[in-house]
Structures are given as structure tokens and as C-alpha cells.
């Protein structure tokens, strides 16, 4: 078992920034490959960003491309995710998760893939 908190999310004006933050607890942290994805009112939930176990490979949606980067800190059990550049399309509750990794490059986009999800934390970017 895996337990993800997620964290720093909040009001942001556009072009502006923030920094999410996930930590685990439980199973060993550095097994695990992660990713953050994201959903807005009346929206599917969709990819982000993901990262492998060693956090040498990762992998973003094309819309973030540029403007969010993802990375880890494995001694602090942490994900993070940030965030510049932000538009009010960025808007959505943002979800950490993590899945088993088989190699140390692996990263996965596919939600239905993953293992634990945290509980969400808002992101709102107002115009």
C-alpha cells in the first residue's frame, strides 16, 4: 500500500505560477513510477506528467509541453510538479499517482494503469 498526499495548490492569477507537491508513505518510494493528471469540471480526467522510478525519463502532455516540469526526490518520498506559464485552461483538480516500475525508465500515461491516487488538490486560474 501507498498513501499520496497532495499538496500547494491554490488561487493563481494567469501567467503565474505554482508548485504541487505529493508525498508517499508506505511501500519503498523509489519502486514506483508517477504521474500527475488532471480534471476540470464536466471533463475527463487527463495525463499531465509522468516520471520514472529514478526520475531520469519523463513524459508530458503536449499542452503543458514547455510550461510544467515534473521531477522527484526520492530520499523525501516526493513528486512535484511545476507549473508556470498557468492559463484559466489549466483549472482542474490535479491528482498525483504511482505504479510499480519494472525498470528504471519507466513512465506511463494511461490512467487506468496506476496503482494509488492522492486525493486532489485545486488548482484555479483566474484571467
Known amino acids: 500500500q501507498v498513501q499520496l498526499v497532495e499538496s500547494g495548490g491554490g488561487l493563481v492569477q494567469a501567467g503565474g505560477s505554482l508548485r504541487l507537491s505529493c508525498t508517499a508513505s508506505?511501500?519503498?518510494?523509489?519502486?514506483?513510477?508517477a504521474g500527475w493528471f488532471r480534471q476540470a469540471p464536466g471533463k475527463e480526467r487527463e495525463f499531465v506528467a509522468a516520471?520514472?522510478?529514478?526520475?531520469?525519463?519523463?513524459d508530458y502532455a503536449d499542452l503543458v509541453k514547455g510550461r510544467f516540469t515534473i521531477s522527484r526526490d526520492n530520499a523525501r518520498n516526493t513528486i512535484f510538479l511545476r507549473m508556470n506559464s498557468l492559463t484559466p485552461e489549466d483549472t482542474a483538480v490535479y491528482y498525483c499517482?504511482?505504479?510499480?516500475?519494472?525498470?528504471?525508465?519507466?513512465?506511463?500515461?494511461?490512467?487506468?494503469?496506476?496503482?494509488?491516487w492522492g486525493q486532489g488538490t485545486q488548482v484555479t486560474v483566474s484571467s
Open positions: 499517482a504511482v505504479i510499480y516500475g519494472d525498470t528504471f525508465y519507466y513512465t506511463e500515461v494511461r490512467d487506468v494503469a496506476y496503482d494509488y
Open positions: 508506505g511501500r519503498p518510494f523509489s519502486e514506483y513510477a
Open positions: 516520471i520514472s522510478r529514478s526520475g531520469g525519463n519523463t
